[in-house]
């Protein structure tokens, strides 16, 4: 059946428009603390504090056993535990992830695992490779506890300040510490070491600093991520007694490249209560904005991620994160103009993760793990283990990233799209024309919240060319659609998705009105 689609028009829309956002829970767990998916897999990887490590398959449904278990090697004492993973561009191939713990002695421990060979819901057995590790034996407090892979591909980690009150030990201004830094490694082993630095990191070379640090004056940055539709890096700092901080650094203007965010001379935007008259930090860049403990009712940030799950068009483009003392679930601009609550609560809440379709998971710490929605969730194409487990790097080899002595690094750089709709729209589909900055497949759906989804074919696209991706509407869907549109237009998301050989995935979306 043809319907009467006359044309998809883009638009921005505003969220007073829009049906409000819920909470659906997917799961309930063992004091949970993080979630996170591999690149272009449906499946969801739950972090436990105490070190183990879940898989949720593309059904919903927990699988049985584990992926990992680390207990042995995690301490939970104060603020301690296995704490986050990350799964690098080319997981499909390498079976490579990462995870951030604190060690039984207090030192936090970056650890490489690799998947079975024979079972993609299970690491190998034992401790995984160590990456590297940071003394913090004195205080349980101020851990950090966040790994991500950037957009460039290496893999960074925020690191707190030591611990203890007023940052005793003066770490997060002093260049010669990790501790209380965002640092840039490449994880990968090489002939020279453990991991591979960056040529680019903006202290490397440097006598007097670690080569490591990426950004630095930071108290305990527990939570950051980057915005998957253009890389800008997003970090929730905790503060101390007076105020919570959310710092902001577009990728474009260096993505916190040599940033100082002023702990421990400045909590928040204020100077710190504790620090001393004289006390300096060079460049003092300020938070986009940040939370009172007294006006605002928090006390410990949980930072977040940009919304970018075409299925939440009341919370697209918007940085969503909670606070351990105030339940409210908060949506901010890239402005910093607000952080208003959403309408939704959920306790204790410790991370906001991401699957490999930008679905977004509100994590809580007492047990369940929720996903947000707006009207009927996104459905995910995506299939389990993409790619049969694979030799991958050898142990010490590939690191790249500027290590003298290393090979190349894998490519990382996943494929970018351009779009626009091409000429006159023919009822029933809509025609796009797309171009990818290298060989890639793509392919494109229309979502219409709580009525329909409809796809076109996968297509491979050759570098630079332009081409023309066709989304058909057929019964059911299109009756259905049919219907909705019958009174008046409806909200849908477009939404282009590719994959180069490498296995990088990327996506581009749009919000479009569907009319008569």
Known sequence: MRILLAALVLALLPASAQAAPQLDRIGTFDSPVYVASPPGDARLFVVERAGR??????????????????????????ERGLLSIAFPPDHASSGLAYVYLTAPDGDLQIRELRRSASDPDRAEPGAGRLVIEQDHKEFSNHNGGQVAFGPDGLLYAGMGDGGGVNDPHENGQQLTTLLGKIIRIDPRASASGPYGIPGDNPFAGRGDARAE??????????????????????????????????DF??????????????????????????????????????????????????????????????????LDGRYVHSDLCDNRIRAAR?????????GLTAASLVAFGEDGCNRVYPVSLEGPVYRLRDGASTACDLPEAPAAPANGPAPGGGAGGGTPGSTPAADRTPCRL???????????????????????????AVHVRGVATVRSPARTLEAGRRSTLKIGVRT????????????????????????DAAGNASSLTRRVRVRR
Not at 61 to 73: E, I, M, S, V
Not at 425 to 442: H, I, P
Request: net charge positive; with cysteine; charged share 25%.
């Open 53 to 78: 490590i879940r898989v949720v398959g593309k059904d919903g449904a927990t699988k049985p056993g584990l992926f990992a278990d680390l207990t042995a090697q995690t301490t939970t004492a104060g």
């Open 213 to 246: 640090v990426w950004a630095y004056g930071l108290r305990n940055p527990f939570r950051f991520s980057f915005d998957r539709a253009n890389g800008d890096l997003w970090i929730g700092d905790v503060g101390q007694k007076a105020r919570e901080e959310i």
């Open 249 to 314: 650094s577009p990728r474009g203007q260096g993505g916190g490249r040599g940033a100082n965010y002023g702990w421990d001379c400045f909590e928040g935007s204020a100077p710190a209560p504790g620090a001393a008259a004289d006390c300096e930090a060079p460049g003092h860049a300020p938070p986009l904005f940040d939370l009172e403990h007294e006006a605002d009712g928090v006390c410990s940030i949980t930072g977040g991620v940009v919304v970018r799950d075409p299925g939440l068009p009341t």
């Open 334 to 342: 890239t402005d910093g103009a607000d952080s208003t609550p959403t």
């Open 418 to 444: 351009a779009i626009r709709r091409r000429g006159r729209q023919r009822v029933g589909a809509l025609r796009l024309a797309v171009t990818a900055s290298e060989s890639c497949t793509v392919r494109a």
């Open 476 to 499: 059911p869907a299109g009756a259905r659609l049919r219907r909705a549109v019958r009174r008046r237009s409806r909200l849908a998301i477009l939404t282009v998705t590719a994959r």
